[in-house]
């Protein structure tokens, strides 16, 4: 195997487990700030970055906070 291919292949085994672990995060609720920094950097470069409480914070508003006394 050519060492071109081999590092290819490396940087394409990185980028799938990138992809796995993000995944993961969402399946069990956990928000993703790096993946958010980087969004609000670049499509929205005129707001202020929430800090990473804050973030949390409005995350888990977004998921539990809409529910009216319910359970399910």
């Known amino acids: ?3 071109g291919s081999f590092t290819g292949l ?3 085994a990185e980028k799938a487990g990138r992809y ?3 995944a993961m995060r969402l399946m069990v609720g956990q928000p993703d700030y ?3 920094v ?3 950097k670049t499509v929205h470069p005129d707001r202020p970055v929430m800090s ?3 973030f949390f914070r ?3 508003q977004a998921r539990y906070g809409s ?3 319910r359970c399910c």
Do not use: K, N, P
């Open 1 to 3: 195997m050519a060492s």
């Open 38 to 40: 980087a969004h609000a």
């Open 10 to 12: 490396m940087r394409d």
């Open 52 to 54: 990473y409480e804050d």
């Open 34 to 36: 790096e993946v958010y």
């Open 20 to 22: 796995l672990g993000q």
């Open 58 to 60: 409005e995350r888990q």
């Open 67 to 69: 529910r009216t006394g």
